[in-house]
């Protein structure tokens, strides 16, 4: 009996650590590199954005929320918008 249940709460501790929590930030865009598809706001945090954001739709200067999860250490945004 103990040799199945050590492995399988390790099994249940790494589950839960892979998981991603969905985070919002809000600045102003610094830079934005359409050809990686990569926007950075003014407090230096870089952000994967989706095929599905327009990056062309923003300008630098422009106040954004950004919907992100950090994923293989980098923050993968899942949604970019004007702020409110």
């Excluded at 390790?10 to 865009?29: E, H, K, N, P």
């Amino acid at each position: 009996m103990r040799k199945i249940v050590a492995p399988t709460a390790a099994l249940a501790l790494l589950a839960g650590l892979s998981i991603a929590y969905a985070a919002d930030a809000t600045g102003v865009i610094k830079s934005i590199d359409p050809g990686k598809d990569v926007v950075t706001l003014d407090n230096g945090s870089t952000y994967m954005a989706p095929s599905s954001v327009k990056l062309s739709m923003f300008k630098v200067g422009e106040k954004v929320t950004v919907t992100y999860a950090t994923a293989n250490g980098k923050m993968e945004a899942s949604a970019i918008k004007p702020a409110t």
